[in-house]
């Protein structure tokens, strides 16, 4: 079965740059996207087709993809941003997977 | 604006069945993918089911595949997960999402998010 992986944890100070990777070997062909999850609450989309940004997501949350991963960075965090982050995508014979989630700490 | 309400969730015995129902506001719900996606107690996402807009195409997670359906309603503007055969790993939140369009292009990765309704399998 299909796999993304993620860091478990990721710290950083506040404005401070902070990266989450995904790794999954259809990553090349599927585009990723990414997820915050605050305590109690629905996940929220924050990055869709690898490095586009919802409306009302802030400039400070951005996506890339290259090869086999792909990369959520969020520049200059904010206490607000501590959350578990999750990417998704899926293969190309139609699976779609979560990774396991990255738990970003604000120090 | 996008909106998804869950409902049916509550406590089951293990080898009983549940039905889950997602209604639908907002948006033309006949356009869109529609998924369900679970969360158990203090772990990650799982991703459990999708399906197309026609309903043609469905997708289960192995975990899953054999004991749960999904559908939808057209007319009612709701989804549905059938969960049979229920197992003390099935307890969860469960999360209705919408899928993404692009244009024309159209993709199960969830957007939009329901509350979630809470399962509990227990004796």
């Known amino acids: 079965s299909y796999e993304l992986t993620q860091p478990p944890s990721v710290s950083v100070s506040p404005g401070q740059t902070a990266r989450v990777t995904c790794s999954g070997d259809a990553m090349p062909k599927q585009y990723a996207y990414w997820y915050q999850q605050k305590p109690g609450q629905a996940p929220v989309l924050v990055i869709y087709?690898?490095?586009e940004r919802p409306s009302g997501i802030p400039e400070r949350f951005s996506g890339s993809s290259s090869g086999t991963a792909a990369t959520l960075t969020i520049s200059g965090v904010q206490a607000e941003d501590e959350a578990d982050y999750y990417c998704h995508s899926g293969d190309t014979s139609g699976t779609a997977v979560f990774g396991g989630g990255t738990k970003l700490t604000v120090l | 604006q996008v909106q998804l309400v869950e409902s049916g969730g509550g406590l089951v015995e293990p080898g009983g069945s549940l039905r889950l129902s997602c209604a639908a506001s907002g948006f033309t719900f006949s356009d869109y993918y529609m998924s369900w996606i679970r969360q158990a107690p203090g772990k990650g996402l799982q991703y459990i089911s999708y399906?197309?807009?026609?309903?043609?195409?469905?997708y289960y997670a192995d975990s899953v595949k054999g004991r749960f359906t999904i559908s939808r309603d057209k007319a009612k503007k709701s989804l549905y997960l059938q969960m049979n055969s229920l197992r003390a790993d099935d307890t969860a939140v469960y999360y209705c999402a919408r899928g993404f369009c692009s244009g024309a292009i159209c993709y199960e990765s969830p957007t939009d998010w329901g509350q979630g309704t809470l399962v509990t399998v227990s004796s």
């Open positions: 087709k690898d490095s």
């Open positions: 399906i197309s807009a026609s309903g043609s195409t469905k």
